[in-house]
């Protein structure tokens, strides 16, 4: 099996047959900002605030706030690889400032309740995704399986998808 050839935003070097391997990653199924975002109109994006790790809008309703994480995807029987995403989560107000309090504060750890805001490649589902979002210290916060969670996306969490299914999810989206 050939392995996945791409343009690496990070390095902006071209990585040739990656497998998935920590060696030779496969690309990071990435999202710039939450889909929200994509829909708002130019003065409602006077009231959003975004970085690459945070999104914050204040809307009239009140305000909602982003936080962009990382979640791997294990592939079946095959523990040597998996497939990444970085997605974005709507959190509470107060979660999100949980987090910024601990900024640099690489022991501390907790877990946070979210919903996926980004429509990912394998998962465009019609409700809102329940997640569970684990804090890292200084890495970005992690997606972890959550064995109450028996959405397809939860099921793979846990069970990991195969090889085959994870290269077509990332052919797809490098030719979006
Ligand atoms: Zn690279």
Redesign the pocket.
């Known amino acids: 099996m050939s392995g996945i050839d791409f343009d690496?935003r990070?390095?902006a070097?071209t990585?040739l047959g990656t497998d998935g391997t920590r060696d030779r990653p496969w690309p990071v199924l990435s999202f710039a900002v939450p889909d929200l975002v994509l829909r708002l109109a130019p003065h409602e994006l006077r009231d959003a605030e975004i970085t690459d790790d945070l999104c914050w809008i204040e809307r009239p309703e009140g305000a909602e706030q982003y936080v962009r994480v990382s979640m791997h995807v294990p592939i079946r029987d095959d523990p040597e690889r998996r497939m990444e995403y970085s997605p974005w989560v709507s959190l509470a107000e107060e979660d999100v400032l949980d987090i910024l309090d601990h900024l640099g504060d690489e022991a501390y750890r907790t877990v946070y309740p979210g919903r996926l805001a980004s429509a990912l490649p394998g998962y465009e589902t019609a409700g809102p995704v329940s997640v569970l979002v684990h804090s890292r210290g200084d890495l970005r916060p992690l997606i972890g399986p959550d064995p109450t969670n028996e959405s397809p996306l939860g099921r793979d969490l846990l069970g990991g998808i195969t090889r085959e299914e994870a290269e077509l999810r990332i052919r797809a989206f490098l030719l979006r």
């Open positions: 690496c990070a390095c070097a990585h």
